[in-house]
């Protein structure tokens, strides 16, 4: 869709260099954008998660609590909310594979995975986490 959109610029110099140069500056672009998700999502996570120099045992015990409490909100989600939050984030699946092994659009996975952050939102308190 890209190149038929670039049609106007095309200068009718070197068809195939012009068309690769459109596919690689997309794949480039559709990675960082993928890079900066994973970021975001890492970041957040960061946060929940205290910083501390010590380890202790009551810091295990303590983080085993909260990752059961994940476990249980993400069994609280809707079940094709779930699945590609747990795909995405947690299996570090691509877009496209996550596409592919639900058999569904691109975009599809996009929307899931939007509303699953507004869900997460809507039903996660932060006051629970501390």
Do not use: C
Not at 4 to 31: C, E
Not at 46 to 51: N, V
């Amino acid at each position: 869709m890209k190149i038929y959109a670039s049609l106007p610029q095309y200068r009718h110099q070197g068809l195939k260099t012009w068309m690769t140069r459109i596919a690689v500056n997309k794949a480039i672009d559709f990675k960082r954008a993928a890079e900066r998700k994973r970021e975001q999502l890492s970041d957040e996570i960061e946060l929940l998660i205290p910083a501390d120099e010590e380890y202790s045992l009551e810091d295990e015990v303590l983080s085993k609590q909260q990752q059961q409490k994940i476990r249980d909100y993400l069994d609280h989600m809707p079940d094709n909310y779930r699945e590609v939050v747990v795909a995405f984030y947690m299996e570090d699946k691509s877009y496209q594979e996550i596409a592919a092994e639900q058999g569904v659009a691109l975009k599809t996975v996009e929307s899931k995975l939007y509303r699953a952050k507004q869900w997460l939102r809507k039903h996660w308190k932060e006051e629970e986490w501390e």
